[in-house]
């Protein structure tokens, strides 16, 4: 079976194309400036040589046009025809309470989704212009949709409820949500792998450190706490994002500088975080680099960064009355070891014991770096969340004959209210 996994962006579009019986790669790719005539096209079939051209695609449907179309190419491409691709995958970012889990996609599930353009208004419209794009280029063929809040689902009310009053709950769902739940939920499960233990007797910490940030705290295999809340704004300084700040700092800030909310919004998601202490970037790798060259502020945005972590990671252990096993994952903490060094060695009182040298190795594979006497397992896990909606796809339609999921499709599960 194939599966083709497709993550939709306002106007760009990551796929790769699976193969089921091996989960084996068969080609990715992305194409960026959907709606400009000066669209890019970049392809990398496994094996073969990268592909990248320029060309008018203005709309999604042009783009999955263009995408099966390099899939099948006589050259570059990896399929005989389309007809090879048995199922499609979507990332969603935002299932509210409605989706608790993965589902394939029914015209029941869309119209949940659009319900949640609100509250998710930059990721769950071009989400959906990636479902429809799909089903205008392959009407026949089963999708499934995998959400970024499904994993944290489980978190009881007394973590997700905000301490306003409840009626903005019932009226509105605003609550905390949290997100990147599948890279959590697939790095906590391959470390209790790693550890040779079964993940229900577990309390794990997972650090997704990327350009977007978030902890979260998994007992017993489910999410009971994580620090992105009913936006990817709350929780952890990120590399654009603020993250926690006292929610009096909008309207003061509002009056002080004569900004439109959505100007102070616009400022605390893209102009905050790293990049708006040091001055310099949002990316992790300049900042190190900047530091090592005495620059300051730099070091100040550093700082606050791994203190803001740290200080959610004892939180955590609080949360959950102790910690087995923190996981490094996502760009930033597969990458940085200076960032996982300082912060582990400032949890020795949680029992924490770095192997400085196994943390300071640079690699690609899933890897223990405290000491055996540590009391808690430090783990770096690489993140796949792609790999996790090709499975969770392979598993709705069945893992049958393609397109039995789209006869036999999941129940839209219920509101939880
Ligand atoms: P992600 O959002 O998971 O793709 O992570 C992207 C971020 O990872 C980049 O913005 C960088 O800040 C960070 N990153 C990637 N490589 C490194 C590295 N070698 N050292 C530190 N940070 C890195």
Known sequence: MRVLVINAGSSSLKYQLYDMRDESVLAAGKVERIGMDTAILTHEPAGKAEVREVREILEHTAAIRQVLSVLV??????????SEIDAVGHRVVHGGEAFKQSV????????????????????????????????????????TVVFDTAFHQTMPPNSYLYPIPLALYRRHKIRKYGFHGTSHMFVSRRAAEFLGRPVEQLKIVTCHIGN??????????????TSMGMTPLEGLMMGTRSGDLDPAVVPYTMGKEDLTINEVSSMLNKHSGLLAVSGLSSDMREIEQAMEEGNQNAKLAFEMYEYRLRKYIGAYAAAMNGIDCIVWTAGVGENSSLLRERTCSNLEYLGVKMDREANAVRSKQERRISTFESKVEV????????????????????????????????KLPQHAT
């Open 73 to 82: 190419h006589k050259e570059h491409g990896v399929l005989g025809s389309v």
């Open 212 to 225: 977007g940030a978030s902890v979260t705290a998994v007992r017993g295999g489910v999410s009971v706490d």
């Open 104 to 143: 394939v996609v029914t015209p029941e599930v869309k119209q949940e989704i659009k319900r949640l353009f609100d509250l998710a208004p930059l990721h769950n419209p071009a989400h959906m212009l990636g479902i429809q794009a799909v089903e205008a280029n392959m009407p026949n063929v089963p999708q």
């Open 379 to 410: 783990l770096v896990i690489p993140t796949n969340e792609e790999l996790v909606i090709a499975k969770e796809t392979y598993r709705l339609i069945g893992g049958n004959e393609a397109g039995a999921g789209a006869k036999n499709p999941e």
